[in-house]
């Protein structure tokens, strides 16, 4: 579950270093879009960031659970609101690692996929 973790993870920080390069091919000048479009590609390596250094932590303090957690509720909810305004595959391929990467965590988190050995 933590390779499926890490690797959504760094797929975010690639995603959001793609968004960060492919805004001076979108936009010619400075303008409110294009700083919003380059402050997607900052939430995405920020995202994958705390996802990275928050899941393979072994000591988890109840703030850093807290925080990692609701970044990436926070996420969720941004990422739909996204969706409604401009849908399209690019939104919903985003969507679809947000919402994959917040229910990892909270499986990490809760420890569901956890092998036990009864001895």
């Known amino acids: 579950m933590k390779i499926a973790h890490l690797s959504i993870s760094v797929l975010l920080i690639f995603t959001g270093i793609i968004h960060l390069i492919t805004t001076y091919a979108h936009y010619d000048t400075l303008t409110f879009n294009s ?3 380059f402050s997607g590609g900052l939430w995405g390596i920020f995202l994958g960031y705390i996802n990275i250094l928050a899941g393979h932590n072994s ?6 659970l807290f925080l990692w957690h609701s970044a990436n509720i ?3 909810v941004f990422v739909i609101m996204g969706y409604t305004l401009m849908p399209g595959w690019q939104s919903a391929f985003a969507g679809f690692m947000v919402v994959s990467v917040a229910l990892v965590s909270l499986l990490i988190t809760f420890n569901r996929f956890q092998i036990t050995s009864k001895s």
Do not use: T
């Not at 000591?59 to 850093?64: V, Y």
């Open 74 to 76: 926070l996420s969720v």
């Open 35 to 37: 700083l919003w479009f």
């Open 59 to 64: 000591r988890r303090s109840k703030i850093n």
